[in-house]
């Protein structure tokens, strides 16, 4: 195409105008959709005649736009022709400084991009509440329904916010770490100038308020909910910040809370529920929103605190539950006076409950089977750090749940094992099994025998681990299953001949696994490897791994789909069968032929990590750390290979990069592209 300039000087030619006067317009404006935005741009520099016409038949790749601080300080004036009030979303992402920001939403404005939809800030400041909501009013009057501000590190004036954005019908605020536990951020609201905006005397439009920060109740909450009469949505902290945070709130902090009892008055539409420091996670607001609307409250997610106690609670519970779709109730890391929720779980009937999550909560197992036998339509129970004891008495009165497809258990004792397998029983359409921490012993003949559509396994730090069934019984099992996904960590008895097992579930796509060391051989684990040609294995992680055989790196090398492979023998660890205690293993030996092998047989691997290794040679010898740096680099051209100290890996953002640690060095070895 030549050297054109941005603006296109160079003269048009028959050829090149013939195309856009031939074809009819829709046709044009249909080839102009396959192309992305840098596409467009490439296309301007052709000629006069395109760096006019294109900007008019492409609006509709230019619907949604990504600025960064660097386009604040640049000009690009190919873009800047493509853009108009056809823009109808716009993220500005990253402005570590607030000018920067202020500038960009002056070109943008200067644009005439003034008929956004949606608009998105990522890693923001707003400081300067008044310059902010000018120019934001400025983009946001006309049409803007949906505003996120993601990871943002200013207080902002929310009424303010609102009094501009007029048409505002779903709005996310989620604070940055360091401004969520600096409570005196959200304490008030900021000063704003009267005279430039006002704040919204009712929000009769937003339907969708989520604000991730802790927010004084009081003083800055119910303002904003005394003005929203048509609220569906109100959301509160996040788990994700919540859990990486939680050290840093003071035991006494309990100033997000909200009085229940009058959300409902102030916002009678109210659907879902998820604050007062509520298990929530941001990432499932898209679900949320897509699920299917219906009257009454059907997501409630509380958190039991000093001033939200069981006793305020359990009204709204009762109340609510001819509706309740999703239920989750935990409990404030530092507040030591729970109540006991027995007694309202005895009394609850959750015909409608699709979900029902539990943590650090207390209450009885009488009354958990009484809920169970209560919620016919129940898909997914999670229940973490409750102390429950399953007996049998208990466990014997639970109906069967059909509908339920995930069970994720973390603590809690079963006084048999055959109460595990009583509950199995009861759960024949289980897909996702998640126990960690469980006080039993669990029989791998009754997950295979019951549970005919578990697709994902996971069993961390579980007593003990049998299989009563002969291997060739399990393997016909395996054959049958839908397995896709295993992980068994800090599990005892894990053999190679338990992963050979799993090596014959045809749908297996993850595997990882913590092998007892005395239970494992070199044959065993190359018969291993061999046997996942039976699979469609994508991610293996298996530890204490004594040495990959020739044999072993061959076959995981031949593997179509294997792209990630971790495999190590640490050098501190702990195994069940000692009694935890810590012990030292050798490095792990690997086969310098084979890995070579592998890496030049395999066409899908992308990830291969095994620290503290010894490369060993074809006499069986060790080779020199730097001398096997030297041959595989020989070996291996198509290869970039480096050495690097472990304290500062360097993986390159290439193809196939691959790491070999041995103490503290490692070698990084990236596939060339020789595209």
């Known amino acids: 195409m030549g050297n054109v300039s941005n603006d296109s000087d160079s003269q048009s030619t028959p050829i090149q105008t013939m195309f856009l006067n031939t074809l009819p317009s829709d046709i044009i404006l249909a080839i102009f959709l396959y192309l992305d935005q840098q596409d467009c741009l490439t296309c301007m520099r052709v000629c006069q005649a395109w760096y006019g016409c294109v900007p008019q038949y492409a609006q ?82 006309q049409r803007m329904t949906c505003l996120k501000m ?67 109740g009081r003083l800055r909450l119910i303002p904003i909910l005394k003005k929203c009469p048509n609220l569906e949505y109100l959301l509160g902290l996040s788990s994700t910040t919540y859990i990486s945070v939680q050290m840093s709130f003071p035991r006494h902090y309990n100033a997000c809370a909200i009085p229940l009892d009058t959300v409902f008055i102030w916002c009678p539409k109210i659907t879902h529920i998820a604050t007062n420091n509520a298990w929530f996670n941001l990432s499932d607001e898209e679900e949320m929103v897509k699920a299917e609307k219906c009257p009454g409250l059907c997501h409630f997610a509380v958190c039991e605190a000093s001033d939200h106690s069981v006793t305020e609670i359990s009204p709204h519970l009762l109340q609510n539950q001819q509706t309740l779709k999703h239920l989750s109730i935990n409990a404030y890391p530092y507040f030591a006076s729970k109540g006991d929720w027995s007694s309202v779980f005895r009394s609850l009937h959750l015909f409608q409950l699709r979900t029902l999550e539990c943590y650090e909560i207390q209450f009885d197992i009488a009354s958990l089977i009484a809920i169970l036998n209560q919620c016919p339509r129940l898909d997914t129970l999670i229940l973490r750090r409750i102390p429950l004891i399953f007996d049998e008495s208990s466990v014997r009165q639970l109906r069967r749940i059909p509908r339920l497809r995930k069970l994720d258990l973390e603590g809690g004792t079963f006084d048999d094992e055959f109460r595990l397998t009583t509950l199995f029983e009861r759960f024949p359409a289980l897909e996702t099994l998640q126990l960690s921490r469980v006080s039993t012993t669990l029989d791998l003949d009754a997950v295979m025998e019951h549970l005919k559509q578990l697709k994902y396994l996971e069993l961390i730090d579980i007593n003990r681990l049998k299989c009563n069934q002969p291997m060739t019984e399990l393997t016909a099992a395996a054959r049958q299953s839908k397995i896709q996904v295993v992980n068994l960590d800090s599990v005892p008895n894990v053999s190679d001949k338990l992963l050979q097992v799993f090596a014959h579930a045809p749908a297996l796509r993850s595997l990882r696994a913590r092998l007892e060391p005395n239970l494992c051989s070199e044959d065993g684990l190359t018969k291993f490897a061999t046997l996942l040609r039976n699979t469609v294995i994508e991610n293996l992680n298996i530890y204490h791994v004594r040495c990959m055989s020739y044999t072993m790196l061959d076959a995981l090398g031949n593997l179509p789909h294997l792209t990630n492979i971790v495999v190590t023998n640490p050098s501190l660890g702990n195994s069940p069968a000692f009694g935890r205690m810590f012990f030292l293993h050798p490095p792990t030996q690997v086969d310098k032929d084979g890995l070579v092998q592998m890496l030049r047989c395999s066409k899908s691997l992308e990830y291969l990590y095994s620290p503290k290794i010894a490369i060993i040679a074809s006499n069986g010898k060790a080779i020199d750390f730097d001398a096997a740096i030297a041959l595989l680099q020989q070996e291996l051209p198509q290869y970039t290979i480096q050495a690097v100290m472990d304290d500062n890996k360097v993986v390159l953002p290439r193809l196939n990069p691959i790491e070999l640690q041995k103490v503290l060095c490692s070698v990084s070895i990236n596939r060339v592209d020789n595209t």
């Open 150 to 216: 993601a990871q943002h590190n200013s207080n902002v004036a929310f009424l303010h916010l609102f009094g501009v954005c007029p048409k505002l019908t779903h709005f996310t605020y989620e604070a940055t770490e360091e401004a969520y536990v600096d409570h005196n951020v959200y304490s008030v609201e900021p000063m704003v100038c009267e005279s430039t905006t006002l704040p919204a005397t009712e929000c009769k439009s937003l339907v969708y308020l989520c604000l991730d920060a802790a927010l004084h």
């Open 60 to 141: 509709g790749v230019w619907k949604t736009v990504r600025f960064s601080a660097i386009d604040a300080r640049t000009d690009n004036r190919l873009r800047e022709k493509c853009l108009g009030k056809h823009v109808k979303t716009m993220v500005f992402d990253t402005f570590e400084l607030e000018d920067d920001l202020y500038r960009m939403m002056n070109k943008v404005i200067g644009w005439d991009c003034t008929e956004l939809e949606t608009l998105e800030l990522k890693n923001c400041t707003t400081a300067d509440q008044d310059t902010f909501l000018l120019l934001l009013k400025q983009l946001a009057a």
